[in-house]
């Protein structure tokens, strides 16, 4: 018996350990980069859109414009497909079909996010450049290939949500004679909206996080967008590009760029997180 | 206005909602057949055996393939035993209080931290703080925070799933708690367990963001785990980013894809054989 305490304290100790990660990682990019902030003052930092390290001017605000507008354009597309997706799985599909169609989708969150840029870049840039003009590599490439990878993240949890519903629900929708459809959207999208909400605002994380693919298709402009057609730059694209050689205050402000990303997607999670836990009570009944 | 028929708009939307489906697995399907059609012929012996010459232009990709597999291998090897421990704990050992609430909203949030924080992280963290430099062991660890939640919740859901008649009958025959969750509890939960080990070895294998900061770009064989390497993810990268060669980008990429694709059955068939098991 005492050595079943001993083992029940020790799983406990390790239990803590993603906890004790989260707060590490967030007192070291605060740390290094919060100063900065202040530093440069609020109002240059977050709304100056002069990012010029070599002469002391740090204005992430093209950046933030940036990463709003392509997690914006990913989420109009993958939020779309994705949620179609899980409603095609969920209520119009036939059960074998869909348990073949799940590990598909999975497959997709597995490929390298680099082979989603590069196949954006071979692609997609030469049409859009071709097609509708500007240099290719934009907002609108981005927002397309980010969309196609936030699919996966939208689409299961979604199908997670859609499937909490009581099946009572449908049965008794069902049986008033409402067709399938008018079951899913009157019925069944209202009922799981909460975690379809969670599913969106987690694939906006995803978007707004992702690093690899948008450098690689977004132009990495250090100007304000006019257009879906111009070239961008954002958050973690600026991090990414810049971190190689950079040194001293440079380096700081790059963390500081990190520092505003780490908030708002803490922000986003928080909020998602908390519609997710809605549709766990709901369906439990309470 | 004249009313559609219920029927009529219920075929137009599903009709529209089949499109989505299809032109999803529509792209999945173009994007891992057009990089085979172009990379496969790119691979032979030669290219997966040898070093790189002159910067990746020609040679092959072998200190690559050695440093992905050292960074996801020990990034794996570090997450794995953690993770399930957590999930034992919590599904075990203790009842959904403040206790789970927190060490759940954690994992949670460590999930949602972009791959570009933890690089920074791990960068500023492992390599500068902990002075272990752009390394095989700084890109590891990096790696396996980063993986740490998936592997917590797949265990979790694995555990979870085994049926407490089987607790129960292990209690009855007397054994402790301990017994119960070696004996009868991990064996039957093994399969979930590991599927979810797999994907996060394949998560490991994809990265790029935090392997770039952590781990560096070195060319050159890693020799030990203090080496810096490159893995096969940011060799493509750098290959077509700097325009040094298409083919042999192709041919990474499809080593890479190929690798995913084999993760991800082993994956789906341990999966399998839990539906079968539970019944």
């Known amino acids: 018996m005492r050595k079943d305490k001993l083992v029940a304290a020790l799983l406990q100790a390790i239990a803590l350990s993603a906890l004790a990660g989260l707060m590490i990682i967030t007192v070291f990019i605060f740390k290094e980069g919060l100063p900065l902030i ?9 709304f100056s859109a002069d990012w010029e390290p070599g002469k002391g001017n740090f204005g992430i605000m093209s950046m933030i414009i940036g990463s709003l507008a392509v997690t914006l354009g990913a989420m109009l597309i ?72 936030v699919l996966p993240t939208v689409t299961s949890i979604s199908i997670d949500a859609l499937k909490a519903v009581p099946r009572s629900y449908w049965e008794g929708s069902v049986a008033l004679g409402a067709t399938r459809w008018q079951t899913t959207h009157m019925l069944m999208l209202k009922a799981a909206r909460s975690g379809i909400v969670a599913a969106i605002i987690l694939g906006m994380g995803r978007a707004l996080g992702e690093t690899m693919a948008v450098i690689m298709v977004a132009g990495n402009a250090l100007e304000v967008p006019g257009s879906v057609l111009d070239p ?55 | 206005m004249k009313r559609i028929p219920p029927a009529v708009t219920q075929a137009i939307a599903v009709t529209c909602l089949w499109a ?28 997966l055996t040898q070093a790189p010459e002159s910067m990746g232009r020609r040679g092959g990709i072998f200190p690559m393939i050695v440093g992905t597999f050292m960074v996801a291998g020990l990034a794996v090897l570090i997450a794995a035993p953690i993770g399930i421990a ?21 994992a949670d949030c460590l999930a949602g931290i972009p791959s570009i924080i933890y690089g920074l992280f791990g960068f500023v963290f ?38 407490a008649a089987y607790r129960e009958a292990s209690y009855g025959l007397g054994s402790t708690r301990w017994q119960m969750v070696t004996r009868v509890v991990l064996p039957l939960a093994l399969p979930g367990i590991c599927t979810g080990v797999v994907l996060s070895l394949g998560r490991s294998i994809s990265e790029t963001a935090a392997v770039m900061l952590t781990a560096g770009s070195a060319l050159r064989m890693p020799h030990s785990l203090s080496d810096s390497t490159r893995t096969l993810a940011l060799h493509f990268y750098i290959l077509s980013r700097e325009g040094l060669s298409m083919d042999k980008a192709y041919a990474t990429a499809s080593v890479l894809i190929l690798l995913i694709l084999a993760l991800n059955l082993f994956a789906y068939w341990l999966m399998r054989q839990v539906t079968r098991r539970m019944g």
């Open chain 1, 38 to 46: 202040f530093r440069t003052g609020l109002k240059d930092f977050f």
């Open chain 1, 78 to 149: 993958g939020g779309t497909l994705g949620l179609g997706m899980a409603i095609v799985l969920t209520q119009f599909c036939p059960p074998k079909l869909a348990s073949l169609i799940k590990p598909t989708i999975e497959l997709l969150a597995g490929i390298p996010s680099v082979v989603y840029g590069f196949m954006g870049v071979v692609t997609l840039v030469p049409i859009i450049r071709n097609y509708l003009g500007g240099p290719g590599l934009s907002v609108l490439a981005a927002s397309i290939v980010l969309g196609i990878m």
């Open chain 1, 232 to 286: 961008v730059r954002t958050l973690t694209s600026n991090i990414a590009l810049e971190m190689g050689y950079a040194s001293g205050e440079h380096r700081e402000a790059l963390f500081a760029t990190g520092v505003t990303l780490f908030a708002v997607i803490m922000i986003f999670n928080t909020i998602a997180l908390s519609f997710a836990r809605r549709t766990i009570r709901q369906g439990r009944g309470q």
């Open chain 2, 20 to 47: 989505f489906t299809l032109v999803t697995l529509a792209i999945l399907l173009f994007i891992i057949v057009y990089i085979l059609i172009q990379g496969l012929p790119g691979i032979s012996w030669e290219f």
């Open chain 2, 86 to 106: 957590t999930a034992i704990y919590l599904t075990e050992y203790t009842r959904e209080g403040k206790f789970t609430f927190i060490v759940r909203f954690g």
């Open chain 2, 126 to 163: 492992f390599a500068i703080a902990l002075g272990m430099g752009l390394s095989v062991v700084s890109g590891a660890l990096t790696l396996a925070l980063m993986i740490l939640p998936t592997i917590v919740r797949t265990a979790e859901e694995a555990i979870r799933a085994v049926p």
